[in-house]
Nanobody, 118 residues
Framework: QVQLVESGGGLVQAGGSLRLSCVVS????????MGWYRQAPGKQRELVTT???????AVADSVKGRFTISRDNAKNTVYLQMNSLKPEDTAVYFC????????????WGQGTQVAVSS
């Protein structure tokens, strides 16, 4: 059973920084994509950034230049460094794993709240 557990959310002033972590437990096959999504109140969940097991990164335009994704495969952990935070970054942030083993499997964490005050 694969589980994702996020941490690192909180309340920060505009212009501040936070680092989110997501630890993955359970068996993961070699080829996978890990990512961060977010959902603000009354809005749909949206992609923030992803990183493949090979290290390729995709970033939403809204956070480009401010957010950085990284992963430590030895620790089965993915990170999201968020700098220059804006009030519009306020949302619940979810960790996501797509495992391209025998049959595609998708997993989600429980989410961590990020609130940015102006």
């Amino acid at each position: 059973q694969v589980q994702l557990v996020e941490s690192g959310g909180g309340l920060v002033q505009a212009g501040g920084s936070l680092r989110l972590s997501c630890v993955v437990s359970g068996r993961i096959f070699g080829v996978n994509v890990m990512g961060w999504y977010r959902q603000a109140p009354g809005k749909q969940r949206e992609l923030v950034t992803t990183i493949t097991s090979g290290g390729s990164i995709a970033v939403a335009d809204s956070v480009k230049g401010r957010f950085t994704i990284s992963r430590d495969n030895a620790k089965n952990t993915v990170y999201l460094q968020m700098n220059s935070l804006k009030p519009e970054d306020t949302a619940v942030y979810f960790c996501n794993l797509v495992d391209y083993g025998p049959g595609k499997s998708v997993y989600w964490g429980q989410g961590t709240q990020v609130a940015v005050s102006s």
